[in-house]
């Protein structure tokens, strides 16, 4: 099972619109850029499920064109990628698959041609907050997850070469962390996959050509490695990890209770510990500074200055709401200034992502405005500090890493009540959190919170993340911090958190496939959703 660190459930930091689809999409592209070793001359994606029902609208086809020719998740020209590709002379096809059925809802092969006639078919799928998985290289199956650097090693299944791979890694003080052998056949063609604790240093591919039975090796990094400098792994770093790591709220609570910590300084304390194992410095503080960056970025710049979406469904509301409560009657304000500002950011964040501009996924792109609409209008309307929404970005990772590891945090499989359900489940853990509550009564106002979005459907108009997308996330801001509220009032749940998560997981799973980000059910299969879309 993958572990989840704070950039896995706080980022990526990315070019909107979908952590799934728009960045997800851009890693499984990226990890066959590096599998074929460049840019193809040709490439042709093929996408399926949920991917070929919303992808268009989604931006998927521009992710995928942009991770194929090289360019980053926060890359502002992810948008002009087609362009950018016609440029640098690749061409480019897509073809949307809604018949044949996979495995996984987000789902695309990638077939890359050559020059000098090399040929790679690669199957990739989207997991969810950015993350990919490669399940198949040119007829094999196999599982590569990019939490760690993994070497991918194409060759002759004969005796020797397993033997040669090691030495090369050992000669360059490289430490093996996983090792899988796939065949098609004894003695056919072969795939070895090592997965690494370290990153792997140029020249190493050359020296593991040098035996006449390799026919390929390609080097795959880190997913979602740390940003800080390689560091010495203490002789310590399992131990001392295994102190501070936690799978369910309840072993969170008890961690909290024999540390005498808050959920957000036991967080800390994992990451750091985990950058560690890693071989890495965690710097979680300018991590964390650059998210607050982006977010207030995000949340501020549609206020005063508007832009339609991609889509055109969504632009403008940020502002019209803001000056309704500057001006007008009092009786027409009917929330008070903290949820009016926290709905205003909300708001004015997803219209920043709906036009592919650069946000923090939290934990999804299509839920990233509940998380900094809690946070900024906390420090706009009551003072808190930049310290004090740093403690709350990481208690809301705290929470939110429970969820992404028990259940889902992808529209595709558990609905929207897997993205901005766990989004506001994070922002009322934090809110708690940095009012001075406890750690149990910050695991009760997100359970609160879970109980409100129960069953909450993913049904994108016209599959954009727009509607109802944004009004999802301005509702469920202020509803975060109701549940906070609630908790930090001693009103204690009678379901505990980890049973909140499973029941939620469950439920996901029941949805029907039009009710989970396919764009054929709930609203948007009204009849004015399928007049805008052409017909449903």
Known sequence: MKTYGLRDIIGPIMVGPSSSHTAGALRIASMARKLFGGDPRAVTFTLYGSFAATGSGHGTDKALVAGIIGLAADDPNVARSFELAEEADVKVDTVWDLVTETEHPNTVDVHCEGDDGRVLDMRGISIGGGAAVIRRINGIDVDISGEHTSVVVNQRDVRGVLAHISSVLADHDINIATVNLHRTKKRGDAFTVMETDSEVPDGVREHLLDHPDVLGARVIPAMASADGAPIEIPEDADEVFARWNYTSGDELLALCGR?????????????????????????????????????????????????????????????????????????????????????????????????????????????????PGVLLAL???????????????????????????????????????????????????????????????????????????????????????????????????????????????????????????????????????????TARGGIAAAPSACSFCGGC
Do not use: W
């Open 379 to 517: 420090r706009d309307v009551r003072g808190y500090t930049h310290d004090e929404l740093r403690e709350g970005i990481l208690a809301a990772a705290a929470v939110g890493y429970i969820i992404a590891r028990n259940a889902s945090v992808s529209g595709a499989e558990g609905g929207c009540q897997a993205e901005v359900g766990s989004a506001a489940a994070m922002a009322s853990a934090a809110a708690v959190t940095m009012a001075g509550g406890s750690p149990a009564q910050a695991l009760d106002a997100a359970s609160n919170v879970i109980q409100c979005l129960l069953g909450l459907v993913c049904d994108p108009v016209g599959g954009l993340v727009e509607l109802p997308c944004q009004k999802r996330d301005s509702t469920a801001a202020p509803t975060a911090l109701i549940c906070a509220q609630i908790a930090l009032s001693g009103v204690s749940n009678l379901i505990p958190f980890d049973e909140n998560v499973a029941v939620m997981d469950k439920i996901g799973r029941e949805l029907p496939m039009e009710l989970r980000e």
């Open 259 to 371: 540390e005498n910590c808050t959920i957000a300084e036991a967080f800390r304390a994992r990451e750091e510990a985990l950058c560690a194992t890693q071989g890495v410095s965690a710097e979680v503080d300018a991590y964390l500074d650059r998210v607050l960056s982006v977010m207030d970025r995000a949340a501020t710049g549609p206020i005063a200055a508007p832009e339609r979406s991609i889509g055109g469904l969504i632009g403008g509301e940020a502002a019209k709401v803001t000056e309704a409560l500057a001006s007008g009657e009092a009786k027409r304000h009917l929330m008070d200034p903290l949820t009016a500002q926290a709905c205003i950011y909300a708001l004015a964040t997803l219209e920043t992502n709906a036009k592919m501009g650069i946000i923090v996924a939290t934990p999804t792109a299509g839920s990233s405005g509940v998380l």
